[in-house]
């Protein structure tokens, strides 16, 4: 090649970095292709683990819950007090009853039973753990208290939910029978105290007074202490005689009391007067009721249900059957000449005729069956309304049926009372006579006896009564619930295992931005790609023959562009350096070399990387005498310079020494290079680090082609935008990056 007669110009300070391309967008994809095998593995672990822990955390809850029915109105034997009201209270008792299951006396009763249980052993807080997971819930309108508890033991969660219920009706419900059983006791021993006190005020036994009116009262005692016999049956019209109250008591009432009689008197007649016309207006509600019921039962099949029959499978193939056989008739008749009477023709008609038989009966037995359903649930809110109409007309005729007893007892009594007992015309109340305070404390302390009586039988009446809370169902079987939820979150844990693996991947080489394809490199600054190797240095020299071959060929494009870009411009001394170590400069910087030497080029490759060495491995030579020696002035370059077959020359490293470190600077530099390019076309100085060493600096500076090498998955991205910016800083004529480790299609460039 013709010898370059003169330096070529520097070129002006590189231009802005250029943007990276769109491509770049793609750089998360291509990290998770690098290392898809890293999370196939990794979080196929990861996510195993997550999905573990995931499906013991989140497992799925098991639900048991029990049953409390209040009754809407209060079981009342005696039939005192206001219905309505009871009813009108309902919702507020309802609230209490839910309120008190949950109360901490309720709870620490609960506790006792199921203090052993793995579930309540694993809480810090029974109560407040039991506060917070049970369920008391009551619909609106409805009489039934639900309790529920989810749990992931079923076992515990049944016994917890049965041990709450039962500590309830222990805490609450029997304890209001108890307290009552007290109060019963107490109304008792006041009301034998005080019909001992009424038998010392009352009137002696020889003073003459009224007998009472009923001879069934006579025959029944009423000694202290002793309980009241039952009430005797009665029949419409009787008299009902009062149970439990001595015959002086009786006349006490009319004699010292007329008022209550007049009372009892009014109100009998109101109710004899009014309630006839409510039992026929109920009794004419009855009929209706009847009445829809009979029509519900004649009324007959609806289109939608002959049409549901028609399609119903059984009857298709029974409806096959017939058209069958009257295909069969037709034919037998056709046969015959249309005469209906030959033997085959009647055989065909009777089949026809069963067949037929059987279809209509199938129809009605389906119809029948479909019908049933509708009107079974139709019938249902007729049964319902008629058993409420009949209640409210039962009770209406009992009603009458007392008022009538009670109004013959009334108009007795006021027919015997004593002539004396005048009664104020206006008023209809007993005029009043001069004050006898013997009388007036008669008559109130007879007054509280009668009220204790009264409060005595209610109680005891009450008590007999049915509880307003009971027990409708125990804790049911418990169900598994949220199997879902569980599935779900274990499946996501799994994922999140490669997901999180992905992400680390992905910041790792964020962070680290390491080279991993062409277009990385080429969006880090303006230098140039010149030469990409598709293979990494261990393989270029290795066993493969494609890979060598593919490397060598290489080598020689990056050699034909050094050679035609700027040897033929006047460069002579290229140094071949890179960022950091362990990227390939030397393989990159010996192939070089030999490349032009075997093409005609009289090349000297000269290893100024002192401190770690590797061009003698490469040429196979002794690191004895080298650039070191020549630096300390130990030996004559000239001297250092060994002779490789391929026609290359070599000057290896050397020893390296810190005077050889302190005399690779300067005038020395300069002069050794000076001196070493006289003989040659071209110089290959393989340098140090570019980032880490300051003789690559001194170096690079003397040369007027810096190649920089950066190698697959070792350089980053950063650190070569470093030295490609310091190569610019320094104004060096060329310069140019070598990619090492690209793929066959990225070497196409």
Known sequence: RPVATQRAPQPTRPGPRPEPDAGNGLRLFSYLKLHWLTIAFSGTLLGGVAALVAWELLPSKYESYALLQVSSVPSNLANTGNREQ???????????????????????????????????????????????????????????????LEGHNPADTQKIVNAVQKAFMDEVIQKEVAEKRNL???????????????????????????????????????????????LPAVGPGEVVPLVGIAPAALDRVAVLNPAMVWADWSNARNQIQALPLQINSAKRHLALISAEV?????????????????????????????????????????????????????????????????????????????????????AKDLKAQWDAAKHRLDAMEEQLAAARVNLVRAEKLIAEMPPEKKLDPRTGTAMKEPYDSQVTDLTQTDNVYANLIRQYHLTKLELEAPARVRVLQAGSNPTQRDTKKQILGTVFAGLMGYVLIALGVVAYETIGKRVSSLADLKAVGPAPIVGVIPCQPGEAIGRDPSKRAAANEAIDKLRTYVAQTWLSRGATTVAVTSPLGDEGKAFTAFGLASSLAQSGYKTLLVDFDLREPSLHTYAGVPNQNGVCEVLRAELDARTAIQFLPSGLHL???????????????????????????????????????????????????????VLVCARYRESKLPMIRKATDRVATMEIPYSGVVYIGATEHEALC
């Open 86 to 148: 009871a009813r009108t209270d309902f919702a507020t008792y309802m609230k209490t009853t839910a309120a008190l299951i949950k109360y901490e006396f309720v709870l620490n009763a609960a506790l006792r039973d199921i203090k052993d249980l793995p579930t309540i052993k694993e809480q810090k807080d029974p109560i407040k753990f039991l506060a917070e997971n049970l369920q008391v819930s009551a619909t609106d309108g409805s009489e039934v208290i639900k309790i529920t």
């Open 184 to 230: 019963l006791k107490k109304v008792e021993d006041a009301k034998i105290a005080m019909q001992r006190i009424v038998e010392d005020k009352a009137p002696k036994p020889n003073e003459k007074l009224n007998t009472a009116p009923f001879p069934e009262a006579n025959a029944l005692p009423m000694n202290p202490g002793e309980a009241p016999k039952p």
């Open 651 to 705: 000057i290896p490293a050397g020893r390296w020494s810190d005077e050889a470190r302190q005399a690779a600077v300067g005038g020395k530099l300069e002069a050794l290079l000076t001196k070493l390019k006289e003989p040659y076309d071209c110089v290959i100085l393989h340098g140090h680090a570019l980032l880490t060493v300051a003789d690559s600096i001194e170096i690079a500076r003397r040369c007027e082609v």
């Open 294 to 378: 009979a029509a519900l039962q004649k009324e007959p099949a609806d289109l939608a249900t002959i049409a549901l029959v028609d399609k119903d499978p059984d009857v298709v193939a029974k409806a096959i059957l017939v058209r069958s056989g009257r295909r069969d008739w037709n034919f037998a008749v056709g046969q015959a000449g249309g005469n209906e009477n030959t033997p085959a023709a009647i055989e065909a008609k009777k089949v026809l005729e069963a067949r037929e038989s059987a279809l209509e009966a199938l129809k009605k037995e389906k119809i029948e069956t479909y019908e049933g359903s509708r009107k079974v649930a139709a």
